[in-house]
C-alpha cells in the first residue's frame, strides 16, 4: 500500500530524472535561442552574461536491503554545474573514463528534488564513467538528508516511499 494515499501501485520506479537544469526554464527567449540544452549537456548565458555550463548525471542511492536488478538502487537523473574547461574537456572526451580524468570536479546540484529539503546548490563531486554511461554525481558528505541517504544507502521501506512521493508529486505538477 502506498504510504501516501494508500492505494496498490505497481512497479514503483527507483529511477526519476530531470530534462534540464532547473536555470534552464527561466531563461528569457534570447538566451534561450543563444544557448542550447539536449540530454546530456546545457550551456546558456546566466544573468550576470557569463556562460553556465552543466552535465547530467546519476545520483545512485544504494538500497541495501533491495532484490537485485531492480531494486538495489534509488537513481535520480540530476544536472550539475561544471566550470568552462571541466565542461569543454568533457564536449572532447564524452567516452572518457574515470582514469582519464583524473580527480573528480566540483559542481554545485542544479536540480530541486522534490523529495528532499532544499537541494538546489548542494556541492557535488562529478565522476566520468566511460563506456557513454552519464557521470556519477556524488553529494558531498553533510548532514543533508540526500548526502546522508547516498552515503549511508538507505532500506527498501524508505525507497518505496519516495518512489511513492515522487510518484504524487509529479502527478500533481501535471
Given at each position: 500500500?502506498?504510504?501516501?494515499?494508500?492505494?496498490?501501485?505497481?512497479?514503483?520506479?527507483?529511477?526519476?530524472?530531470?530534462?534540464?537544469?532547473?536555470?534552464?526554464?527561466?531563461?528569457?527567449?534570447?538566451?534561450?535561442?543563444?544557448?542550447?540544452?539536449?540530454?546530456?549537456?546545457?550551456?546558456?548565458?546566466?544573468?550576470?552574461?557569463?556562460?553556465?555550463?552543466?552535465v547530467r548525471g546519476t545520483i545512485e542511492i544504494p538500497v541495501i536491503d533491495g532484490a537485485p536488478p531492480d531494486e538495489d538502487w534509488f537513481a535520480i537523473g540530476v544536472w550539475a554545474s561544471l566550470s568552462a574547461s571541466n565542461f569543454n574537456w568533457l564536449v572532447e572526451h564524452w567516452d572518457a573514463g574515470p582514469d582519464e580524468q583524473g580527480k573528480s570536479w566540483f559542481g554545485w546540484l542544479s536540480s530541486v528534488i522534490p523529495i528532499y529539503p532544499d537541494t538546489l546548490n548542494l556541492k557535488t563531486n562529478v565522476i566520468l564513467r566511460g563506456e557513454s554511461l552519464r557521470p556519477r554525481i556524488e553529494v558531498q558528505p553533510s548532514d543533508h538528508p540526500l548526502a546522508q541517504d547516498q552515503w549511508n544507502g538507505i532500506a527498501l521501506e524508505r525507497a518505496q516511499a519516495l518512489a511513492a512521493r515522487w510518484m504524487h508529486v509529479a502527478d500533481a505538477s501535471e
Open positions: 500500500m502506498c504510504s501516501i494515499c494508500g492505494a496498490a501501485h505497481e512497479g514503483l520506479p527507483f529511477s526519476w530524472g530531470f530534462d534540464a537544469p532547473v536555470y534552464w526554464n527561466g531563461l528569457d527567449e534570447e538566451r534561450g535561442a543563444e544557448g542550447y540544452c539536449d540530454t546530456d549537456l546545457c550551456s546558456f548565458r546566466d544573468d550576470s552574461g557569463e556562460w553556465a555550463h552543466f
